[in-house]
T-cell receptor
Framework: EAQVTQNPRYLITVTGKKLTVTCSQN?????MSWYRQDPGLGLRQIYY???????DKGDVPEGYKVSRKEKRNFPLILESPSPNQTSLYFC??????????FGPGTRLTVL | AQSVTQLGSHVSVSEGALVLLRCNYS??????LFWYVQYPNQGLQLLLK??????LVKGINGFEAEFKKSETSFHLTKPSAHMSDAAEYFC?????????????FGKGTKLSVIP
């Protein structure tokens, strides 16, 4: 089954404790992206990757890092999480022009 | 730069009534346009997309949307609302014609269906 998987689905952590949210897709898509969703703000792009070893900033990259060492994986790293990063995070992947496939989301709470 | 405006953050319709969710876009190149649906506690699912072929696009679950270049609109419609349509709907635009994979989303419209 074609899918984008994210782990963990739910995470509660404390300020400053480094964390990684994993994202993996099995569709051989070259494009992958991370979004955060906040009430009233819709989805905002954090980072994206056009292919292996190619990443770029989206609209709200501050406080986040990504890497793309393999085509299927695109982890999101929060080196020092803060409460304003409490949000719902989505990973997505795509072939150009066909619309993005979204993962199920990761709900992150930073205390 | 591209942008998307969804008119109405909340829309309520009666079961069986017409659903109309509005989306206007701006784009410097011919756009690709998408509608996504998000059910509670789930990810986003692609409803339909416009990719410069037919201007009337049919999607899943009985939804359709019409691309109107003169009005820069891509409104989503469904003739008869069902309780299961209650969800949040997002319009998105992509400048694929400029070689981009990027999606810019509207802020979403939450649809309520009243029995």
């Amino acid at each position: 089954e074609a899918q984008v998987t994210q782990n963990p689905r739910y995470l509660i952590t404390v300020t400053g404790k480094k964390l990684t949210v994993t994202c993996s897709q099995n569709m051989n898509h070259e494009y992958m992206s991370w979004y955060r969703q906040d009430p009233g703000l819709g989805l905002r792009q954090i980072y994206y990757s056009m292919n292996v070893e190619v990443t770029d900033k989206g609209d709200v990259p501050e406080g986040y890092k990504v890497s793309r060492k393999e085509k299927r994986n695109f982890p999101l790293i929060l080196e020092s999480p803060s409460p304003n990063q409490t949000s719902l995070y989505f990973c997505a992947s795509s072939l150009r022009g066909v619309g993005q496939f979204f993962g199920p989301g990761t709900r992150l709470t930073v205390l | 730069a591209q942008s998307v405006t969804q008119l109405g953050s909340h829309v309520s319709v009666s079961e069986g009534a017409l659903v109309l969710l509005r989306c206007n876009y701006s784009s410097s190149v011919p756009p690709y346009l998408f509608w996504y649906v998000q059910y509670p506690n789930q990810g986003l699912q692609l409803l339909l997309k416009y990719t410069s072929a037919a201007t009337l696009v049919k999607g899943i679950n009985g939804f359709e949307a019409e691309f109107k270049k003169s009005e820069t609109s891509f409104h989503l419609t469904k003739p008869s609302a069902h309780m299961s349509d209650a969800a949040e709907y997002f319009c998105a635009v992509s400048d694929v014609g400029a070689g981009s994979y990027q999606l810019t989303f509207g802020k979403g419209t939450k649809l309520s269906v009243i029995p």
